[in-house]
């Protein structure tokens, strides 16, 4: 009997991926008594919450903010003592730069759908402001099952909101194609109000009213002092100090079924479990599914994703002057490579702390189905960043110091139909008794919403398909600060 052999037991529960997910997942088990394990094939966890350090600044390398709005992520945090660290950001405040000027992000609008033409005066042209205002006279455009939201929102407001807003909005929290992202998965309460609503403008109107005369506890977002990439840190410390075990570099290579429970090939031993929660990206969870349960497989299998690239860049202070604000967001159709910066420093008042005499700026290069732009050195992408942020804001100072992170297949597409996929994966997967599934590839790629199909799947473990059901019933809208598995 191998070492790995011998540590599986009664109430042991084998969790294959040390993201977030998995982490929230074996969190949650150890809450519930089981014995757990956690397999990750990389070499930390976390993954894409990635802490990092330039030019001896702290920074995230990954996403760098959380959905406050969601308990998930921020009650997560508290638990594992992370509460005096927990920030909202210094400034709300953002800008998109469009028809070559930084401009204001208009106000009233849910997800760059204005619910009037006024919030979009000097975003869109006067014929583009004309055409919002005909979506009061057009027929019900219906939506059915599921519908793409540029599909649909062109369709009644006209292509300018789509091209200058929704997509520059969208982009930056699924880094895809607005004409192809699900209305139903990426924007629930729109989708919802437009099978209530024969005007759009009036849909979100609704939308917004609903959100005005709800108590608003606290700030949209939130960070972490140090960046969110110390979350996945202190949830495997605590993981780990309660007697969870976390085994890096473990590839989990297949799963078979027993009549006692499951058994997980690593390599040539065998992990004996009683559950499995398998807690990585769908290419993976696919091929370990395969034999167990080839339906899940077959579905996890479509699922695509979109691949991109951060560049952080360190300024001296006293070499710039940046505009106000947390950063700018880019439409593509205006032609310039990047599609989003933050001005980390003027966003988050820790990192300002961190080093007063430094600046730390970020961009952000990749969409979905854009290839040539990722095989270009690193050293290109800081010439392009560098270029755009010349153009957008002035800078023209030379960096103290630069990095590039690469996230091939980082983010997971919602295309039209995803929730159905979804729904089916889950059935095919409560057939089994004992295995269940979570990550960003199902109902959201934010961070609460990855911690939320964590919860979900060891719910599903113990017999309560609640949380699963709601879930794919009513997708997250998962906004910003994408985290993955």
């Given at each position: 009997?191998?070492?790995?052999?011998?540590?599986?037991?009664?109430?042991?529960?084998?969790?294959?991926?040390?993201?977030?997910?998995?982490?929230?997942?074996?969190?949650?088990?150890l809450d519930r008594g089981a014995r757990v394990t956690v397999l990750e094939a990389s070499d930390r966890v976390g993954g894409?919450?990635?802490?990092?350090?330039?030019?001896?600044?702290?920074?995230?390398?990954?996403?760098?903010?959380?959905?406050?709005?969601?308990?998930?992520?921020?009650?997560?945090?508290?638990?594992?003592?992370?509460?005096?660290?927990?920030?909202?950001?210094?400034?709300?405040?953002?800008?998109?730069?469009?028809?070559?000027?930084?401009?204001?992000?208009?106000?009233?609008?849910?997800?760059?759908?204005?619910?009037?033409?006024?919030?979009?005066?000097?975003?869109?042209?006067?014929?583009?402001?004309?055409?919002?205002?005909?979506?009061?006279?057009?027929?019900?455009?219906?939506?059915?099952?599921?519908?793409?939201?540029?599909?649909?929102?062109?369709?009644?407001?006209?292509?300018?909101?789509?091209?200058?807003?929704?997509?520059?909005?969208?982009?930056?929290?699924?880094?895809?194609?607005?004409?192809?992202?699900?209305?139903?998965?990426?924007?629930?309460?729109?989708?919802?109000?437009?099978?209530?609503?024969?005007?759009?403008?009036?849909?979100?109107?609704?939308?917004?009213?609903?959100?005005?005369?709800?108590?608003?506890?606290?700030?949209?977002?939130?960070?972490?002092?140090?960046?969110?990439?110390?979350?996945?840190?202190?949830?495997?410390?605590?993981?780990?100090?309660?007697?969870?075990?976390?085994?890096?570099?473990?590839?989990?290579?297949?799963?078979?079924?027993?009549?006692?429970?499951?058994?997980?090939?690593?390599?040539?031993?065998?992990?004996?479990?009683?559950?499995?929660?398998?807690?990585?990206?769908?290419?993976?969870?696919?091929?370990?599914?395969?034999?167990?349960?080839?339906?899940?497989?077959?579905?996890?299998?479509?699922?695509?994703?979109?691949?991109?690239?951060?560049?952080?860049?360190?300024?001296?202070?006293?070499?710039?002057?940046?505009?106000?604000?947390?950063?700018?967001?880019?439409?593509?159709?205006?032609?310039?490579?990047?599609?989003?910066?933050?001005?980390?420093?003027?966003?988050?008042?820790?990192?300002?702390?961190?080093?007063?005499?430094?600046?730390?700026?970020?961009?952000?290069?990749?969409?979905?189905?854009?290839?040539?732009?990722?095989?270009?050195?690193?050293?290109?992408?800081?010439?392009?960043?560098?270029?755009?942020?010349?153009?957008?804001?002035?800078?023209?100072?030379?960096?103290?110091?630069?990095?590039?992170?690469?996230?091939?297949?980082?983010?997971?597409?919602?295309?039209?139909?995803?929730?159905?996929?979804?729904?089916?994966?889950?059935?095919?997967?409560?057939?089994?008794?004992?295995?269940?599934?979570?990550?960003?590839?199902?109902?959201?790629?934010?961070?609460?919403?990855?911690?939320?199909?964590?919860?979900?799947?060891?719910?599903?473990?113990?017999?309560?398909?609640?949380?699963?059901?709601?879930?794919?019933?009513?997708?997250?809208?998962?906004?910003?600060?994408?985290?993955?598995?």
């Amino acid at each position: 009997m191998s070492a790995i052999q011998a540590r599986a037991g009664a109430g042991h529960v084998v969790v294959i991926g040390g993201g977030i997910a998995g982490l929230a997942a074996a969190h949650r088990l150890l809450d519930r008594g089981a014995r757990v394990t956690v397999l990750e094939a990389s070499d930390r966890v976390g993954g894409k919450l990635l802490p990092g350090e330039i030019a001896g600044v702290r920074v995230d390398l990954g996403a760098e903010s959380m959905l406050a709005r969601r308990p998930e992520a921020v009650a997560l945090a508290r638990e594992v003592g992370l509460a005096d660290r927990l920030q909202p950001p210094a400034t709300a405040t953002a800008s998109i730069w469009t028809r070559g000027a930084l401009r204001p992000m208009p106000k009233g609008h849910v997800m760059g759908v204005p619910g009037a033409a006024s919030a979009l005066s000097g975003v869109l042209s006067d014929e583009g402001l004309r055409r919002i205002e005909r979506d009061a006279e057009l027929p019900r455009t219906e939506v059915g099952d599921d519908v793409a939201v540029g599909e649909y929102v062109a369709a009644r407001l006209g292509c300018e909101v789509v091209d200058r807003l929704v997509e520059p909005l969208l982009g930056g929290v699924y880094a895809g194609d607005a004409y192809r992202i699900s209305m139903r998965s990426a924007v629930p309460q729109l989708f919802q109000a437009a099978r209530e609503r024969d005007s759009l403008t009036e849909a979100v109107r609704e939308i917004q009213a609903k959100a005005a005369a709800a108590p608003q506890a606290g700030p949209v977002f939130m960070g972490i002092e140090g960046g969110v990439g110390q979350l996945p840190l202190a949830v495997a410390e605590s993981v780990m100090a309660r007697g969870g075990e976390i085994l890096l570099k473990t590839r989990a290579d297949g799963l078979n079924r027993t009549p006692e429970g499951w058994k997980v090939l690593i390599g040539g031993d065998i992990l004996e479990a009683d559950a499995v929660v398998v807690a990585v990206p769908a290419q993976q969870a696919s091929r370990l599914l395969s034999a167990a349960s080839p339906g899940a497989a077959d579905e996890l299998r479509a699922v695509e994703y979109a691949s991109m690239a951060l560049i952080t860049l360190v300024y001296r202070r006293a070499d710039i002057a940046l505009p106000e604000g947390s950063g700018f967001l880019v439409p593509p159709v205006d032609g310039h490579t990047i599609k989003a910066s933050t001005f980390a420093s003027q966003k988050w008042g820790w990192l300002a702390d961190e080093d007063p005499d430094l600046v730390v700026l970020r961009t952000s290069v990749g969409r979905y189905g854009e290839t040539e732009i990722l095989r270009r050195e690193d050293s290109d992408l800081v010439a392009v960043s560098r270029h755009d942020l010349r153009e957008a804001t002035g800078l023209d100072a030379a960096p103290v110091e630069t990095r590039v992170t690469r996230w091939t297949d980082g983010l997971p597409q919602y295309p039209v139909g995803h929730y159905a996929r979804v729904a089916r994966i889950r059935e095919h997967v409560a057939a089994l008794a004992g295995l269940a599934v979570c990550g960003a590839a199902y109902d959201g790629v934010g961070i609460p919403a990855c911690i939320a199909s964590a919860y979900a799947a060891v719910d599903q473990l113990g017999g309560d398909l609640r949380g699963v059901q709601e879930l794919t019933a009513n997708p997250v809208q998962s906004l910003h600060g994408g985290a993955g598995e």
